[in-house]
C-alpha cells in the first residue's frame, strides 16, 4: 500500500542550498526542518525550492548553504491556518539526500511526476500577449486516507487541453517544481511579496470519471 502511494508522487531535485535548516515540527520525536535550495532551470533564471527533511537524515546544526544536494521524495501540501483563513502550503518531503559535487544539465535537476484526480474546475485564460494558461488543482492520494493537493499549471495545447477536464477525472502529470513570486495588496500603502509553488506541466494524460 505504502509502496503504492508512493509511486503516485515523486520528485527529484537536485541545486543548491541558500538558506540554514529552520524547525518546523516533530513526529514522534522526529524534528523536521525547511531548508531553501536554488535550482536552475533551462533559461538563465532559477527556482527556490523548500525541502522538509528529517534530523535523521542530515545534520540540520552544520551550515550547508553554497553546498549542492541531490533529493528525492514527494511534493507535499498541508493547510496552514492565518486567522480566518487557511494557507496551502507546500514543499518537497525528502526521503532520499545526498551531497553532490557537479550540478547537472538544468533539464535534469528538477523533475516530477503525480498521478492524481481533477479537485477543482481548471481556470483557462490568456495573457495580455495571448499565451494560453491553464489552472489545475490535484489532489494525490496518500496512505491512511490523506491528500496532498497540488496546484499546477499548463500552457499552450497542454492548457486547451486541461481546460475541458472534469472535477473527478484521473490525470498523471510530468514537469517541473516551479516557483513565482507575487504581490499582495493589503491596503492603499501597503503590499506583500509572496512565493507561490506549483507544477509546470510538460506533459499530462487524463481520464474522465466515469
Known sequence: MVDKVIENNR?????????????????????FYIVDVAVSRLSDSFDIIPLMVSERLVDVSENCVGRLVETSGQFRSYNRHEGLKNKLVLSVFV?????VDENPEAGKTNQIFLDGFICKSPIYRKTPLGREIADLLIAVNRPYGKSDYIPCIAWGRNARFASTFEVGG??????????????????EEEVEKHTAYEVSVSKLEYEMPC
Open 11 to 31: 520528485v527529484s531535485i537536485i541545486g543548491e542550498i541558500v538558506s540554514d535548516f529552520r524547525y518546523s515540527h516533530q513526529v514522534y520525536g522526529e524534528g
Open 95 to 99: 526521503r532520499e539526500w545526498e551531497f
Open 170 to 187: 484521473k490525470i498523471q502529470i510530468w514537469g517541473r517544481v516551479q516557483s513565482r513570486e507575487y504581490v499582495k495588496k493589503i491596503s
